[in-house]
């Protein structure tokens, strides 16, 4: 499982090559963007074949009859790292299945590049991949991320990023930090952190946002700060019953469903009664 450059040829991986050289077979999401690659480093592909998401299950029989017959097999995506937002996962299944080991060949990454450059602080965040195509969906899926004290990563396609960040404004607020990178590692590269609502205005009068590859990042929910007083006396013995028996998230979460308290200040409450 090969990683390739999500945009600059140039962050392609002296491992890489080697495997480019060595292979007998390269499976490609697109050949002619792979093929486009071996020919900027001048490598002929012994055989280049195309590995799509709609005919990966049958390729993957193809696939492990060549390494039965002691064949070295490469997958690689259009760009970035194959079976993650990418065909691969089904391939990699199929062939450790078959008794066959599959090696990881790190490189590029949109999720960590975009990361790396956010300077976001929360310590863990969540891939999500694509938010869904229709808004209904897609604001389901936000509610998710309300009191969330993760960073959120998510990609979004050109045409739909104007609604997603509509969505994101009308979920989690207006004033929720988001980050868009846009053409990671190419010529127009971009980074723009602002409130979800500013962000919004900002992609909606520049059409050169609304278009490439994005990925954006949803900042942690903020900090919610709040004294021990602050809650009812029912509400925290109910939340200290659910959190004698259950994880603390799942605990908070049910708590509020129950008394309709802030499932932040009941997580924070709860990891204070269990610290004490």
């Known amino acids: 499982m090969v990683a390739t450059p999500i945009g600059n040829l140039a962050d392609i991986s002296a491992r890489a090559l080697a495997v480019f050289e060595a292979a007998d077979v390269v499976c490609a999401e697109d050949t002619r963007v792979t093929g486009q690659l071996l020919s900027a480093y001048g490598i002929r592909a012994k055989r280049l074949v195309s590995l799509r998401e709609h005919n990966e299950r049958s390729m993957a029989e193809q696939v492990i009859r060549w390494l039965g017959e002691g064949q070295i097999v490469a997958q690689v995506s259009d760009a970035g790292t194959p079976a993650v937002s990418d065909p691969g996962a089904r391939l990699v299944e199929a062939v450790r299945a078959a008794g066959h080991p599959v090696r990881p060949l790190p490189g590029a990454s ?150 309709g308290a802030n499932r932040k200040q009941l997580y924070d409450h709860a990891l204070k009664m269990k610290k004490d």
């Open 110 to 259: 949109a999720v960590i590049a975009a990361l790396s450059a956010s300077g976001f602080t929360a310590p863990t965040f969540l891939f999500h991949g694509f938010l869904p195509s229709k808004s209904g969906e897609r604001r389901k899926t936000l509610q998710q991320w309300q009191d969330a004290l993760h960073l959120t990563i998510c990609y979004e396609a050109p045409h739909r990023i104007v609604d997603a960040l509509a969505d994101i404004v009308a979920e989690l607020g207006p004033e929720r930090r988001v980050m868009l990178s846009r053409e990671l590692t190419k010529t127009f590269e971009t980074f723009q952190a602002l409130p979800a609502a500013e962000l919004l205005e900002w992609v909606k009068a520049d059409s050169n946002q609304q278009r490439g590859e994005i990925a954006l990042i949803i900042d942690a929910a903020p900090a919610v700060e709040a004294s021990d007083d602050a809650l009812p006396a029912e509400t925290v013995r109910v939340l200290q019953l659910l959190a004698a028996e259950l994880p603390t998230k799942q605990a908070a979460t049910l708590a509020a469903q129950i008394t």
